[in-house]
């Protein structure tokens, strides 16, 4: 079993910038592609930023950029560093884990079978 925890959301100005963070329990965290999603208010869950088990990355086209996936294989930690943020940004947001032992980046959220509980991340104009 896997547990995923968000933090760092908070409000931010247009133009700002934010980094929200996701620890992940699991021990072999390394082997697995790991996901940001975003659900804004009567919006369905979108794709932000994915990065495979073995470093590909694939962004949203609205956030490429701006947004920047990394992952801290040691530490267990998946980072979204978010700049340049816009109103539309404004959703809760969640990492999830791949299905299956060394998956690629995808934006598809079938692809996914551990998820966070999310972190709030608002951005006024």
């Known amino acids: 079993q896997v547990e995923l925890v968000e933090s760092g959301g908070g409000s931010v100005q247009a133009g700002g910038s934010l980094r929200v963070s996701c620890a992940v329990s699991?021990?072999?965290?390394?082997?697995?592609?790991m996901g940001w999603f975003r659900q804004a208010p009567d919006k369905e869950r979108e794709g932000v930023a994915s990065i495979g088990s073995g470093g590909s990355t694939v962004y949203a086209d609205s956030v490429k950029g701006r947004f920047t996936i990394s992952r801290d294989d040691a530490k267990k930690i998946l980072y979204l560093e978010m700049t340049s943020l816009k109103p539309e940004d404004t959703a809760m947001y969640y990492c999830a884990r791949g299905r299956d032992f060394y998956c690629t980046s995808s934006l598809v959220p079938q692809y996914y079978g551990s998820w966070g509980r999310g972190t709030q991340v608002t951005v006024s104009s």
């Open positions: 699991n021990r072999y965290y390394k082997d697995y592609c």
